[in-house]
């Protein structure tokens, strides 16, 4: 129950309380009492003492009625069937004070209630039971009052504010952005929300049910019985409102949605700010009260454009990376993990609320609340705040292409297909049993496009990286001839999802200064990250993105890794092919959770060999990694090479680190490498902020294939350059000569993956490197270091 006050019970009838004596409510007598109507000729003045109420409800006898209180006029029946079914568009005009002949009708529907009374001010009027928990009365008032409800029942005596006194609480412009399609903070407008309405504490609940035959709200002030709950629609909108005096911040609540064939489900709000836990699936009535530290961060993130800045991200799963830690917990750890290992970004996993762990978060029922595991919405906000405080940029991991089909959540969420198309060829996710949503419809759109603004904007995320976007720009994405529908044009292409990505990249962009968007897209689609407004070869606007993950560079390196050396000059080209296409787009290179699970091993057991090679070959590829122009995306466990596939179960093996394993000396090695590629990397503008440009580039050995030698260099906005070299071959390589830009005088190794403290066999250049004007390579200029096996070396001007 709602937290009301309880009272002592009182006589029927209208009563006035004596003179200078509080009323029974509790409160302080009205100071303007209620004035009673003149005497009626129809009505029944002098009608007699109540009758006798009979055992159990207390039902009224008919033809016995209240001093001063008149039967109300009867409801159509089926009017009152509707109501009681929880099937009227418009309880309100039922329920609560409405003026009538000779007075004002006042009607309340509370089941299993003994009795219900109205107390305003000094009076006191207990309404008659028409049965079927309808309590119904008329009195003698020229006008409404301020009024409560007096609520008997067996145990307990409540008094309550009456929900159907109250105008609606949402505004016409919202409810015309809403039909519009473009509200978007919509997250403000729908869900629940506590507030103060019309001087009175509450919640106002809202939801989006189009078709539905009417809604009410159910929850634990209620026992889950919405039966005395029924909300009001708003018009063509499609929005249900009621706002409940006294339901406050916990509260456990959900939908009661009458389906159009009579059917009634107990529904998730699409639009909760916060869930019970998993397996348990309510929604919680939620308000922020956390106070933002990262003003600073905040006020400069939009200083640099991501492309032209270090961006080096560290893939987290947040339930498994430290299993059992809370997000308040992780806020203690995390950050200094990650500055310490110099990344300058996270990248979360699905954090919005999903039901089954074992998704990882891709499968979500709660697209405006962070999981319920790890703690609160304020917790979650708690740990992005101290990572901002630590220097550390927030993605978020956002699933916009398909949500599971649990009965309770958004799947035919109004009785009939809302969120998800009418058409089963376009609704159905062929490859994860799930439903794809309908980027057709407006108000779908405005759902996806809101939440997209808001953990942006309430919860400071700087990017979202955008899963499976490939499944939702192609109609016959994993289906067969005969399983989908070609679009207007008679193509394969899902011109609704293009139109909702570009909307949804454009709207982010425009109110969130700072924040990147990112695409995991694994086709050629063209235009990716580019702007919309600017048309690509086919005169349509790009997709708006950010940044993209480069799929084809992930599978190639890996499978060229995952070769022997010496079959590794028949492969070559995998390595080399990515610069053929590097600035179609604004890649990040990405060593994902999906390539360290489902028997594609972790990234150091991806590589041939003895255990010294495998962990050779994986510095020696994370060298090449975060030299390759792109930015870099690592998964957990990865920056220390755990030979095991990640599990969601027990997370990354860190007892691989402990001084009593007796090859942690190696796990700790490779973990200094990361941290000194994330801090030479930052140090060298050359290899970050002409990202995105081909002038930012030079091969200077891109042929070697018999040596498996790779070598070119990168360039900052003032041309200096920093030479990359890696030898994929076990060999020493003494003297191999190298051409060299520009008049430098001598060079010096700012990084070599085989130094000993990394675990390698320290074959590396300590002394001046002096360039030599033997032309080679197409340079005037060389030098001649040598190259460690299965190593990567970076060398600058001294």
């Known amino acids: 129950m709602p937290p009301v006050r309880e009272t002592r019970s009182a006589p029927a009838g209208v009563t006035p309380a004596p003179p200078g004596e509080p009323s029974t409510s509790g409160e302080a007598a009205d100071p303007a009492p209620v004035r009673p109507a003149a005497p009626d000729a129809t009505s029944p003045a002098s009608a007699g003492p109540a009758a006798g109420r009979a055992r159990g409800r207390g039902t009224v006898r008919p033809g016995s009625a209240r001093p001063g209180v008149r039967p109300a006029p009867p409801l159509d029946p089926g009017e009152r069937a509707r109501l009681l079914a929880g099937e009227h568009h418009d309880p309100h005009a039922l329920l609560g004070a409405h003026p009538s002949p000779g007075g004002v009708v006042f009607r309340a529907l509370r089941p299993f209630a003994r009795s219900v009374t109205v107390v305003a001010g000094g009076l006191r009027a207990e309404l008659m039971d028409e049965e079927s928990g309808v309590f119904a009365g008329v009195l003698p008032l020229s006008e409404i009052p301020d009024y409560r409800l007096e609520v008997v029942y067996d145990e307990v005596t409540l008094t309550v504010d009456d929900p159907y006194h109250f105008l609606p609480s949402v505004g016409d412009l919202d409810l015309y ?186 499968q979500v029922t709660s697209y405006y609340a962070p999981t319920a595991r790890l703690g609160t919405p304020d917790d979650f906000k708690f740990l992005v705040d101290a990572l901002h405080r630590a220097g550390i940029g927030v993605i978020v991991d956002w699933v916009p292409a398909h949500f599971p089909k649990d009965d309770w959540a958004l799947a035919r969420f109004d009785g009939t297909p809302l969120y998800e198309p009418a058409d089963p060829l376009r609704a159905e996710h062929p490859d994860w049993g799930t439903l794809e949503f309908d980027y057709g419809r407006r108000e779908v759109r405005n759902f996806l496009v809101a939440n997209a603004v808001y953990w942006c904007q309430e919860f400071h995320i700087d990017g979202l990286r955008v899963d499976a976007v490939a499944s939702m720009l192609y109609l016959d994405y994993s289906r067969e001839g005969g399983q989908w529908s070609p679009n207007e044009h008679g193509g394969r292409e899902n011109l609704d999802a293009v139109r909702f990505l570009q909307e949804m990249n454009a709207t982010v962009y425009r109110r969130c200064p700072g924040v990147v968007t990112i695409a995991e897209e694994s086709t050629a689609w063209d235009g990716v990250t580019r702007a919309t407004h600017h048309a690509g070869p086919g005169g349509v606007g790009g997709l708006g993105f950010g940044l993209k993950w480069n799929m084809g560079w992930m599978h190639d390196s890996l499978g060229y890794m995952a070769k022997e050396p010496v079959h590794r000059k028949h492969h070559h080209d995998e390595m080399t092919f990515s610069m053929v296409y590097a600035y179609s787009e604004n890649y990040v290179l990405p060593i994902s959770h999906d390539e360290v699970v489902h028997g594609k091993q972790a990234l150091v057991t991806k590589m041939p060999g003895d255990w010294w090679q495998r962990r050779a070959d994986h510095r020696a590829y994370l060298g090449f990694m975060w030299a390759h122009p792109g930015k870099q995306l690592l998964f957990m466990g990865q920056e220390f090479a755990q030979g095991a596939e990640w599990s969601e179960a027990h997370g990354p093996e860190w007892w691989l680190l402990d001084d009593t394993y007796h090859s942690a000396g190696d796990h700790r090695g490779v973990r200094d490498l990361v941290r000194d590629l994330n801090r030479t990397y930052r140090d060298q503008p050359a290899l970050w902020e002409r990202d995105t440009e081909p002038s930012g580039f030079s091969w200077v050995e891109g042929g070697a294939a018999d040596d498996n030698v790779f070598a070119f260099t990168r360039h900052d906005a003032f041309g200096n350059p920093v030479l990359c070299v890696s030898n994929f071959s076990p060999v020493v390589r003494h003297d191999y000569r190298l051409g060299v830009p520009g008049p430098h005088q001598g060079w010096l190794e700012i990084l070599n993956t085989d130094a000993a403290r990394y675990g390698g066999g320290d074959v590396t250049n300590p002394d001046l490197l002096k360039s030599e004007p033997v032309p080679w390579q197409g340079r005037r200029n060389s030098i001649t270091p040598v190259l460690p096996p299965l190593a990567t070396v970076w060398l600058r001007p001294a």
């Open 177 to 362: 952005l809403i039909a519009e399609g473009r509200h978007e903070e919509l997250w403000r407008a729908l869900g629940a929300h506590p507030m103060t309405h019309q001087g009175v504490e509450g919640t106002r609940f809202t939801v989006w049910a189009p078709n539905a035959r009417g809604v009410r709200v159910a929850g634990d002030f209620n026992f889950w019985d919405g039966t005395g709950f029924p909300m009001r629609s708003l018009g063509a909108c499609g929005i249900w409102e009621l706002f409940l005096p006294g339901v406050g911040e916990g509260t456990l609540y959900k939908f009661d949605v009458a389906a159009v064939d009579g059917s009634h489900s107990l529904r998730a709000d699409p639009m909760a700010r916060r869930t019970q836990c998993p397996p348990e699936t309510a929604s919680v009535v939620a308000t922020s009260r956390h106070e933002w530290g990262d003003e600073e961060w905040m006020a400069h993130r939009a200083d640099r454009r991501v492309h032209e800045a270090p961006f080096s991200v560290y893939e987290v799963h947040l339930a498994s990376w430290r299993p059992g830690l809370t997000y308040r917990q992780l806020a203690e750890q995390l950050p200094a993990y990650l500055n310490d290992l110099g990344f300058t970004h996270v990248e979360l996993m699905p954090v919005a609320e999903h039901p089954f762990g074992g998704s990882w978060g891709y």
